[in-house]
């Protein structure tokens, strides 16, 4: 059963520390997303790929994150240095163009202190 | 800009009983729409989505939605709400393709026995 993973699961780090989440996406998916889910601001999207290539990341901060794609196998999502406000469900998400649907990864709830 | 607007941030219904989320957009063109659902603590799922064709479209776990042009609406419904479709709801619009989705605030859903 083909799906999205996620690491880690949950994170609780400190202010100022560096947090890096990590994404496999479905072998054969062509596009990669990274989306932030909090109470106040609900799904934004932070940044996406199209076979490995950034396509946008206007809506990271980018004095902070970094989003990228090593290989076709791995996303990762970058903070350094993080904030508390930074708190929030990080999701990945991957697809094929040709299908116009995604497929979510079950999340990295990050908490900093 | 691109939009969406679920206007309901909170239903409950009784077990048994039909239920209708209300989803608009805004966009110039007819988009790829669909409606996803997160259960607590997980990703989220897609139920079904509409690209063309038929307007009313059939998903998983007994879902359906019907879009309507000329309202800029996607709803989504069910004849007979089961106790396990306690979730939040999401509705996306992904214009132009590519997997992009832009997504509504979310309605989250409770059912009473």
């Known amino acids: 059963d083909a799906r999205v993973t996620q690491t880690p699961r949950h994170k609780v780090t400190e202010m100022g520390q560096e947090v890096t989440m990590r994404c496999q996406p479905i072998?054969?998916?062509?596009?990669v997303f990274w989306y932030r889910q909090t109470m106040m601001q609900g799904l934004e999207l932070l940044a996406y790929?199209?076979?490995?290539?950034?396509?946008?990341d206007s809506g990271m901060p980018k004095d902070r994150f970094s989003a990228e794609m090593p290989d076709a196998t791995l996303a990762t999502l970058k903070i350094q240095p993080s904030e508390p406000r930074d708190s929030a469900v990080y999701f990945c998400?991957?697809?094929?163009?040709?299908?116009?649907?995604?497929?979510f990864g079950e999340g990295s709830r990050l908490t900093v202190l | 800009a691109q939009s969406v607007t679920q206007p309901d941030i909170h239903i409950t219904v009784s077990e048994g009983a039909s239920l209708e989320l209300r989803c608009n957009y805004s966009?110039?063109?007819?988009?790829?729409l669909f409606w996803y659902v997160q259960s607590p603590g997980q990703g989220l799922q897609l139920l079904l989505k509409?690209?063309?064709?038929?307007?009313l479209v059939q998903g998983i776990k007994g879902f359906e939605a019907e879009f309507k042009r000329s309202q800029s609406s996607f709803n989504l419904r069910k004849p007979s709400v089961h106790w396990s479709d306690a979730a939040e709801y999401f509705c996306?619009?992904?214009?132009?393709?590519?997997?992009?989705?832009?997504f509504g605030a979310g309605t989250r859903l409770a059912v009473h026995p």
């Open positions: 998400a991957s697809g094929t163009t040709n299908t116009g649907e995604l497929f």
């Open positions: 072998l054969g998916h062509n596009t």
């Open positions: 790929f199209r076979n490995r290539a950034p396509l946008d």
């Open positions: 966009y110039g063109a007819t988009p790829y």
């Open positions: 509409y690209f063309s064709g038929d307007t």
């Open positions: 996306a619009v992904s214009p132009g393709g590519y997997n992009k989705l832009i």
